[in-house]
């Protein structure tokens, strides 16, 4: 027995998910998802990944059971993630986590029921975070992102804001690790979306690879074509990630790189105001085409 | 009368519950119940059509590569494309397909079915040299277990060597799938949720570094299916055969095929692919596919019964929340008005009687590595088998397309959007048949449907009250420990369900279409 291991408590709550964000996680590279969830992934500190639906051994009132006890024995004490949007339509009715006295428990109730006591929150992901793609117009079952849902319930527990469809594996280990290290973000290491500066803090235009043929006037006109995607709709331009230099799925390649271009995906205004997708969305002053 | 409700599934992908009464240890009837609505269909309506291909990924970030091409054949049918797409392009994406399916059904046997078979405790007591043992026996002896207690105790049989070697391969297999991922993301630029899988081909590139980098990537995949994942599924049905007499269900499978070996006939249902489309029941006879048949049932779904029986191509769903004698958000696809069970069983049973001879050989090795006749695939254990059976069918494959790729060739070919189409996708994804259909006017998406694997699967009743795929394979199985069910569990996810995908909806006011074509 190691006593001098501190161990993190977390619950993972998975709301209105397609677990793309889970899969993402799965793909990080240092520290790989085995030393965040069994190793110290800082010396010392043990990730305790208590309630995650996806990953976890137990099933039905078991793993229930085990989420519902650490958010009364460990008050104040315990991380709470949670990926998905959160459908708050009609109470709650479009989406439940586990039941209570055999009625189901919606994830509006789940999510404000076990944010209260967290230590912080993480919203993992553009859905948890901004409400993404359920969310979209005309959002038929009333999805919210989580920080409009806890200000709207009055809950102060700090949120912080991991963007992305899906985000990129270190985005979010980077930020677990930060709070292992050094405890929550102040403010001035978040953007105006509760989203680490590290990550969101520049531009994917800033620093894309692509970036020359912009200044130079040279468009791709057609997927395949070399030359900068902004005239089939790339999002670049107004969207905040660090993409281009930390690339994606070990280094190998990025939306842009392959051609398809950026889709605004860690962006408050992912799907709705960035779509249509492959049309031009705002209009730039660019040099003459010459390709 | 006892009940057994699981609720939530887990390692699954979303939302299920399942419901068992239980009389004498005998599951006497079942309900599977999807717990979780988005409505995709509505937010995609009135949308530029190729929008569809990036949100329906959204649909599940688990298969989301299948959801980007099922979307991406509709809309090429849509466009006229059909018959159109370069052989680059044909070729890229079958290789995005092929890698993603086979990096995820590594991942459904150790990340989200192993864990009810193999006990990871017992490596508590290991005594050795293994790097990633020992720092799983470190992390038992700090005493937090979670996630992988609490769970249901008793029934792990594996003896201690198979056992760790099982659990040091978990871990394995979470880097062998990340480099599955990585070669997928060489084709599509990242993964989950791809970005250059396009109507008309691919917005990627081939180049010979690439080509050769993902080689040695596959490389590594067939390695692994070969020498760690086909043993361990082997080593398991060893040991728990008796699994080989559980869950057999209905015993009608349908599949769609899947991976393009030509791009020149429109009629995706009779296109030459790799996995042959069609259906089989337990006579082992292949009938031809036929997507006229295909209706969505909702007497026990929570939607308006007045919109039951419909073909996708005419769907309309208007939700119900309070709809009495609904216990679903699924739906209850039927072909020819029957149930039908999709996946990897059947897309290898349908290839198996098509007389390929590959499958042939790789599924009468494996029966008589059991002494076992080919009802035994109707399984638990059969389904496990096929699935890895699918994995090594597709991986062995792959490497002879790399190499029919031709840098500098075209992937694309450009075209106009539609002012008013119709279209259809379909392939058979990780988890069985997967359709896509779309309805456009005025150059925006009217009407947009998809039938998903999970659906066929999970199904609640339908309107003459049969139950589903899954219910079925539960009905009738002897639970020997109601505090620790395991037999319900391993019948579900046997299956791989995958909720989010099952769980949608078609607009409230979709326009009726006119007999559905596929162009």
């Known amino acids: 027995m190691d006593s001098k291991t501190i161990e993190y408590p977390v619950i993972w709550l998975q709301c209105a998910t397609c677990t793309g964000c889970l899969i993402s996680i799965l793909n990080s590279v240092s520290p790989t998802i085995k030393n965040v969830l069994i190793d110290e ?76 006591d967290a230590l912080a929150v993480m919203a993992v992901g553009t859905c948890a ?81 692509r970036r020359a043929y912009f200044d130079e006037g040279k468009f791709a006109k057609k997927h395949g074509d070399p030359g900068c995607l902004y005239e089939l709709g790339c999002k670049g331009p107004i969207t905040y990630a660090d993409c281009p230099t930390r690339l994606w799925n070990t280094g190998v390649n990025w939306c842009v790189g392959s051609g398809g271009g950026c889709h605004g995906c860690t962006q408050p205004e992912f799907p709705d105001l960035v779509s249509p997708l492959y049309v031009k969305t705002i209009e730039i002053e660019t040099a003459p085409n010459k390709l | 009368m006892g009940k057994i409700v699981i609720v939530p599934i887990t390692r699954i992908e979303g939302h299920l519950k399942i419901e068992c009464l239980v009389e004498n240890g005998i599951i006497k009837e079942a309900r599977s119940s999807g717990m979780l ?58 290789l995005a397909a092929g890698l993603h399916v086979v990096q995820d059904h590594i991942l459904h046997f150790y990340h989200l079915a192993a864990l009810d078979y193999v006990d ?74 791809t970005a250059s899988i396009v109507p008309g081909g691919m917005a990627e590139v081939p180049t010979v570094d690439k080509i050769a980098s993902i080689l040695w990537r596959l490389n590594e995949l067939r390695s692994f299916v070969d020498n760690v994942y086909l043993p361990d599924v082997l080593a398991v049905a060893g040991v728990y055969s008796d699994y080989f007499q559980i869950g057999a269900g209905c015993q009608n499978l349908l599949a769609y095929g899947a991976y393009d070996l030509e791009g020149k006939n429109p009629d ?55 709809k009495s004698g609904a216990y679903s958000w699924l739906k209850a696809p039927r072909y020819g008005g029957r149930v039908y069970e999709v996946g990897p069983l059947a897309q290898m049973v349908t290839t198996y009687a098509s007389g390929n001879p590959k499958v042939k050989s790789l599924v009468d090795s494996t029966l008589a590595h059991f002494k076992a006749t080919p009802a035994a695939l109707f399984s638990v254990l059969g389904r496990h088998a096929a699935r890895a059976l699918a994995a090594k069918y597709v991986a062995d494959a792959m490497g002879e397309w790399l190499l029919q790729l031709k840098p500098g060739e075209p992937t694309f070919v450009p075209y106009e959007l539609p002012e008013e189409a119709q279209g259809v996708g379909i392939i058979d994804a990780a988890r069985g048949a997967l359709g896509h259909w779309i309805e456009i006017k005025e150059k925006k998406i009217a009407n947009y449907q998809c039938v998903v694997p999970t659906t066929w699967n999970a199904s609640p009743r339908d309107d003459s009250g049969t139950p589903g795929a899954i219910e079925q394979a539960l009905t009738g199985t002897r639970v020997k420990d109601e505090a620790n069910p395991f037999e319900i569990v391993r019948i579900v996810r046997a299956f791989d369900p995958c909720i989010a995908c099952a769980v949608h909806l078609i607009t409230p006011k979709g326009n009726e279409l006119g007999r559905f074509r596929i162009y």
């Open chain 2, 120 to 193: 990871v405790t017992k490596v508590a007591k290991y005594e050795g040299s293994d790097a990633d043992l020992n720092s799983i026996k470190a992390f038992i002896g700090r005493g937090e277990l979670g996630p992988f207690v609490p769970r249901y105790e008793g029934d792990y049989r594996l003896p201690d060597d198979v056992d760790r070697a099982a659990v040091s391969h978990y871990v394995k297999a979470l880097e062998i799938r990340r480099k599955g991922h990585e070669a997928v993301a060489m084709l599509t630029g990242r993964i989950p949720h």
């Open chain 2, 37 to 94: 609505f988005r409505g995709f269909e509505i937010i995609l309506r009135g949308r530029d059509p190729r929008d569809a291909q990036i949100i329906t990924q959204r649909i599940c970030g688990v298969c989301n590569v299948c959801h980007a091409m099922a979307s991406t054949f509709n809309l090429d049918s849509a466009f006229g494309l059909a018959d159109k797409i370069p052989d680059n392009g044909r070729i890229m994406r079958n």
């Open chain 1, 129 to 209: 975070t901004f409400g993404g793609i359920p969310a979209a117009a005309p959002n038929p079952t009333g999805c919210q992102g989580l920080k409009e849902l806890l200000e709207s319930k009055g809950i102060k527990t700090p949120v912080i804001n991991v963007a992305g469809c899906p985000p990129h594996p270190d985005w979010f280990v980077g930020t677990v690790a930060s709070l292992l290290l050094s405890g929550l973000p102040s403010a001035d290491q978040l953007d105006d979306f509760g989203r680490p500066l590290t990550f969101y803090g520049k531009l994917i235009h800033e620093n894309c690879q």
């Open chain 1, 41 to 116: 992934v800082i010396p010392g500190k043990h990730v305790n990944l208590r309630f995650n639906a996806t990953v976890m051994a137990g099933a039905g009132d078991l793993a229930i059971a085990i989420a519902e006890e650490t958010v009364k024995k460990v008050k104040g004490g315990y991380l709470l993630i949670v990926d998905g949007s959160i459908p708050t339509a009609k109470n709650g009715v479009y989406g439940s986590i586990g039941e209570r006295n055999h009625q189901p428990v919606s994830m509006v109730e789940r999510v404000i029921e076990f944010s209260r």
């Open chain 2, 268 to 322: 995706y249902t009779r296109r030459q692919r790799l996995f042959q489309q069609g259906t089989i029941s337990a006579d082992l006879k292949l009938q031809p596919l036929d997507l006229s048949k295909i209706t969505e049932e909702v007497r026990h779904s929570w939607y308006e019964s007045n919109t039951s029986k419909l073909h996708p191509s005419t769907g309309k769903t208007v939700p119900a929340d309070e």
